[in-house]
């Protein structure tokens, strides 16, 4: 199982969930992972998934369950800690959608995962950001979860 399959469906979940307002229960059926979405008759590179269901495990889609449900049901706690942990040049509406994405699975991870040790999750944060938002954001996504992981007592 890989852990990072699990976590980047997770974020893309989150991403979903907090653009479309899909259902928890949608969100974790995985057809959104399905590999050939049509658009207008023809498949559009750009809606396909980094992650494709039919090259995921039982294990990571379980895994990846755990923090999409997680994350969301925390969601406002989440927030708030994100809010608090931002310097006061930044607002929540200021990061991007898939960052802020990034940023809930990963508190969720740090503060209420059981075993979920803070230094592991925030290097995958920071790799995931790397290959899916803007150049410079993996260094702002890494600033606020080691303040996060530093300041915040474990909530399992």
């Not at 229960?25 to 750009?46: M, N, V």
């Given at each position: 199982?890989?852990?990072?399959?699990?976590?980047?469906?997770?974020?893309?979940?989150?991403?979903?969930?907090?653009?479309t307002k899909a259902s928890l229960?949608?969100?974790?059926?995985?057809?959104?992972?399905?590999?050939?979405?049509?658009?207008?008759?023809?498949?559009?590179?750009?809606?396909?998934?980094?992650?494709?269901?039919?090259?995921?495990?039982?294990?990571?889609?379980?895994?990846?369950?755990?923090?999409?449900?997680?994350t969301i049901s925390h969601i406002?706690?989440?927030?708030?800690?994100?809010?608090?942990?931002?310097?006061?040049?930044?607002?929540?509406?200021?990061?991007?959608?898939?960052?802020?994405?990034?940023?809930?699975?990963?508190?969720?991870?740090?503060?209420?995962?059981?075993g979920a040790e803070a230094k592991?999750?925030?290097?995958?944060?920071?790799?995931?950001?790397?290959?899916?938002?803007?150049?410079?954001?993996?260094?702002?996504?890494?600033?606020?979860?080691?303040?996060?992981?530093?300041?915040?007592?474990?909530?399992?």
């Open positions: 199982m890989s852990r990072r399959n699990g976590r980047v469906i997770a974020f893309q979940a989150v991403y979903s969930w907090d653009v229960d949608d969100l974790l059926t995985f057809e959104w992972l399905q590999k050939d979405k049509e658009i207008d008759g023809s498949i559009d590179p750009a809606d396909q998934p980094f992650v494709e269901l039919s090259e995921t495990s039982k294990e990571e889609r379980t895994f990846a369950s755990l923090i999409i449900a997680g406002d706690e989440i927030d708030k800690l994100i809010e608090n942990h931002l310097s006061s040049s930044w607002s929540m509406d200021r990061i991007s959608r898939v960052a802020l994405a990034i940023l809930r699975t990963s508190v969720y991870e740090i503060l209420f995962q059981n592991i999750v925030i290097d995958e944060a920071v790799n995931i950001a790397k290959d899916f938002d803007t150049d410079d954001s993996y260094k702002f996504i890494n600033a606020v979860l080691d303040k996060i992981g530093k300041d915040e007592p474990k909530r399992a």
